[in-house]
């Protein structure tokens, strides 16, 4: 079910520094620490940002870590509830967990216990997962994860619906176990990423909302088409969110050279006019991160964001 308002595009931010993969980090980010992270965190709650994300691995391989992942993944659980416990309006977002790595009373409890300590702001957003040797090392088949993964769901939609739930498997099983606390969210929204058609089958089967990772503006229409698609065929009637991550922003003109990494900059006005291209295929939230040069114009950047793009886009 769906959680954006009707007729709003709201936005979001994967968090800096909580990562500083080489694929989407600037660099001043692997050299700035908690305190950072925490600024960050209470400036997107203070200009009116939907949710922070944090993304999810228990650990990189040697090679990708050399070639650009690196190894500093904060666990997702533990970031946002310091972000829970740093702000009053934004929500938290795992973006995304990988779900086929833990029990799924593990991650049941963890994201109940968040939506409790947050007064109701925890959205659960999952992924299949990508590293072989990650899987490997978990004991967990990687070419099953996509059957591991949607039982994984099941099994958390069955704990966070029953506080004596109820799920024999195929995988995981509950057994005779009660969990608690309780979430504050009578449905504690299960969003999901990727990009395939495996992933757009489990958001129209399974997801509450759709997380677009690595999903070229491009190729959104066919995307969308296809999970409305199946929300038909599978007669689900419910109403899903859907995401865009969006191209690297800079708003205003840049005085430094942005290199080679594709970056949308400009006036305002123009970066909302392609936001709105995006709402107008049925897009209702936004995945922004932006271009800068130090931890002062990031929030310089989340704030030109808030007082001259969000303005103009649709509310």
């Not at 990562?19 to 001043?28: H, I, L, N």
Request: glycine share 10%; proline share 6%.
């Amino acid at each position: 079910m769906s959680i954006v308002p009707e007729g709003q595009l709201v936005y979001g931010m994967q968090l800096p520094i909580q990562t500083v993969s080489r694929s989407f980090a600037e660099p001043w980010e692997s050299s700035t620490d908690v305190e950072g992270l925490i600024a960050i965190i209470r400036h997107a709650d203070a200009t009116s940002f939907f949710y922070v994300a944090a993304c999810d691995h228990v650990g990189i391989p040697a090679g990708a870590a050399a070639e650009q992942m690196g190894t500093a993944w904060y666990d997702p659980v533990a970031v946002l509830g310091m972000a829970a416990a740093l702000t009053t309006n934004v929500r938290l977002l795992s973006s995304v967990y990988i779900v086929a790595l833990r029990h799924p009373l593990h991650t049941a409890k963890a994201f109940m216990t968040l939506d409790r300590l947050s007064a109701g702001r925890a959205i659960l957003g999952v992924g299949a997962g990508h590293l072989q040797e990650e899987f490997d090392v978990l004991g967990v088949p990687f070419a099953d994860r996509g059957a591991v993964t949607d039982d994984a769901i099941d099994c958390i939609r069955a704990v966070l619906a029953d506080e004596f739930p109820r799920h024999p498997g195929p995988r995981f099983a509950t057994g005779d176990l009660g969990v608690g606390p309780r979430p504050v969210q009578e449905r504690l929204p299960i969003w999901v990423g990727g990009r395939g058609r495996a992933a757009l089958r489990r958001v129209a089967a399974r997801g509450d909302g759709w997380i677009p990772q690595g999903s070229e503006r491009a190729a959104m229409p066919e995307a969308i088409g296809f999970i409305r698609a199946e929300l038909e065929r599978l007669e689900r009637d419910v109403s899903v969110d859907i995401g865009f991550v969006t191209e690297a922003i800079h708003v205003g003109h840049p005085t430094w050279d942005l290199g080679d990494r594709p970056t949308l900059s400009g006036p305002a006005e123009q970066i909302a006019e392609s936001m709105r291209d995006m709402s107008a295929l049925g897009v209702n939230h936004l995945q922004v991160r932006f271009r800068s040069r130090c931890l002062a114009e990031q929030l310089e950047q989340m704030s030109a964001w808030h007082e001259q793009v969000a303005p103009l886009l649709p509310s």
